[in-house]
Structures are given as C-alpha cells and as structure tokens.
C-alpha cells in the first residue's frame, strides 16, 4: 500500500466508519457503517482521494486514455471534483461529470452534467460500493450519453458482491481501498 493510500485509509478509519447496526442502501444490514462523504468531502482527504484513484488508473494503464470521470450523485460527485483536481496538478488533465438519478424536467433536460461525455472514453467512479448498483445505474445512463466506459472505480470496496455484479456486466472493476484494509470484513 503507497503512504498515500495508507493516509487516505487512516482517515477513512478516523472520519467515516460508524460502528453499530446499520441498514444500507441496498437493503442489507450491517454492524458497520461507512459514512464515506465525511472524507470525501474533507479538505485532508480530497486531494489523497484524487491521487489514489489517478494511482490506481495509472497502475491499471488508463491514466492518459481515459477523458473523464464521474458518477450518480451525490456519493461520486466529490470523488469525480478530486480527481480532476488532482489530474491538473500532476500534468494529466481529466475532466468530471455528475450523473443524475433522472433527466431533468426542465433546461437542457441533461440526465450527465458537464463537458459532453459522447465518443469520449470514462470512467464510472463511485465513493463506496455495496451492490454495485449506483455505479451501474451510471454506466446506463452514460451509455445513452455515447460514452464509452471502459471502467468502474470504487474508493472503498465493502467486498459484499458489487465487484461481481459490474464485472459480469462486462466492466473492468477497480477499487483502491476494501473494507478488508480497515480489518471490519
């Protein structure tokens, strides 16, 4: 693990994990809850959250290939803002977009805010995942966008069958820290 992601982890432990029974999202309970826009949107960790993912792009061999990044709001929106971010100050330039849950009813009617993502190369980024279902929600909507997704990029990974769910979806599965990293799994 680089220190950067050990830093990153280290806050990750301090800020966002809740202990007690939990519901998630996606139904499911949990002694454990990771509360992840309480690093996400913290000023010591975004700019570590931004270098890990440019990190793990760079170690899979897409940093200078991919266009953009981003994903459903609200849990990708900060996520997608640090790493573009981050990109301009190592030289590597990538622009963000926001996914929303629906198309607006009003204005440009956009369901993907921000530059064009149509014929452009992306990647779905998500700040924790359960199910994988947010972040493939997504990928859909990009998709009828004209992006072409070459993969999904998950901060923290709760190791609970999303990794599973967007790879037999056809989609490369990254993630740069697990639940496992913190010792809850």
């Known amino acids: 693990m ?3 992601a050990q830093q990153l982890l280290d806050l990750i432990d301090e800020l966002a994990v809740v202990r007690g029974r939990v519901t998630l999202s996606s139904g499911r ?7 992840l826009r309480r690093v996400t949107l913290d000023h010591r960790s975004a700019p570590l959250i931004g270098d890990v993912v440019l990190d793990l792009l760079e170690a899979e061999g897409l940093l200078g290939s991919v266009d953009a ?9 900060p996520v997608g803002t640090a790493v573009m971010h981050r990109s301009v100050v190592r030289g ?10 629906e198309a ?6 956009r369901r993907v805010e921000g530059p064009d993502v149509k014929g452009r190369r992306v990647v779905a980024v998500e700040d ?13 909507a990009l998709r009828e966008a004209g992006a072409e997704v070459v993969a999904v990029a998950v901060v923290m990974d709760r190791n609970t069958g ?6 037999a979806a056809g989609l490369r599965y990254l993630t740069a820290l697990t639940t496992s990293d913190l010792g809850l799994d």
């Open 69 to 77: 990044v981003g994903g459903l709001t609200m849990g990708a929106d």
């Open 29 to 35: 309970e949990a002694d454990y809850y990771l509360d």
């Open 2 to 4: 680089t220190d950067t």
């Open 162 to 167: 999303a990794r599973e769910k967007v790879e």
């Open 128 to 140: 924790t995942s359960t199910t994988g279902g947010s972040v493939l929600t997504a990928v859909e």
């Open 92 to 101: 590597t330039p990538v622009d963000s977009f926001v996914v929303r849950k």
């Open 104 to 109: 607006k009813k009003h204005g440009m009617s």
